[in-house]
């Protein structure tokens, strides 16, 4: 069972919009930056958002990031199918003192 | 562009030990935090530990702890993990992954590509 919770599954239509959310508590994403990466089948993780809503190079303007006191959202917006992947979001946790991730969303593109 | 180049895949006996290797650039070595972070089979990240570059030091998650070690090797630029007493439930993919801090900024900027392990007997 993980310390972050995310939804299971979430689906949306081509170019429609989606958000995913990221659930903790005041000893992680409350005090801590929240990260998020996306993982296509069969392959490494990769980072899209940190420090709660920055970018990477090369990451499209399409993935944004927000946070809001313990919680965090994931959004997307024109949906590819190239898009469809797990997501995870990732924080500090300072009781634990172990990075922290939410157990993932699939986000299927119909 | 900066990698971070695993091992391969191994397959090992219960109670065994098992050591994986993370080669990546001398910049990053020098000054990124390396860590390890795994999945199991149609599961979610679990991180494992952490290995801070200036001065060695290493955390382990606490269900690891007297299981998992962490070495590098400077000559090489490669961060070693090594986990002992395998259990069938140690059958995953290992990643190392690095961030540029620690605490509470940390992020994965870069992955490796993961290595399989599994335990079978």
């Known amino acids: 069972q993980s310390i972050l919770t995310q939804p299971p599954s979430v689906s949306a239509a081509p170019g429609q919009k989606v958000t995913i959310s990221c659930a903790g508590s005041?000893?992680?994403?409350?005090?801590?930056?929240v990260s998020w990466y996306q993982q296509l089948p069969g392959a490494a993780p990769k980072l899209l958002i940190y420090?709660?809503?920055k970018r990477p190079s090369g990451i499209p303007d399409r993935f944004s990031g927000s946070k809001s006191g313990t919680s965090a959202t994931l959004g997307i917006t024109g949906l590819q199918t190239g898009d469809e992947a797990d997501f995870y979001c990732g924080t500090w946790d300072s009781t634990l003192n172990t990075v922290v991730f939410g157990g993932g969303t699939k986000l299927t593109v119909l | 562009q900066v990698q971070l180049v695993q091992s391969g895949a191994e397959v090992k006996k219960p109670g065994a030990s098992v050591r994986v290797s993370c080669k990546t650039s001398?910049?990053?070595?020098?000054?990124?935090?390396i860590h390890w972070v795994r999945q199991a089979p149609g599961q979610g990240l679990e991180w494992m530990a952490i290995?801070?570059?200036?001065?060695?030091?290493?955390n382990y998650a606490q269900e690891f702890q007297g299981r998992v070690s962490m070495t590098r090797d400077t000559s090489t630029s490669t961060v070693h993990m090594e986990l002992g007493s395998l259990r069938f439930e140690d059958t995953a993919v290992y990643y190392c992954?690095?961030?540029?801090?620690?605490?509470?900024?940390?992020?994965?900027?870069?992955w490796g590509q993961g290595t399989p392990v599994t335990v079978s007997s």
């Open positions: 420090d709660n809503n």
């Open positions: 005041s000893s992680n994403i409350g005090s801590s930056y």
């Open positions: 001398t910049d990053r070595f020098t000054n990124y935090y």
């Open positions: 992954a690095s961030s540029p801090f620690s605490g509470y900024d940390t992020y994965f900027d870069i």
């Open positions: 290995n801070n570059p200036f001065g060695g030091v290493t």
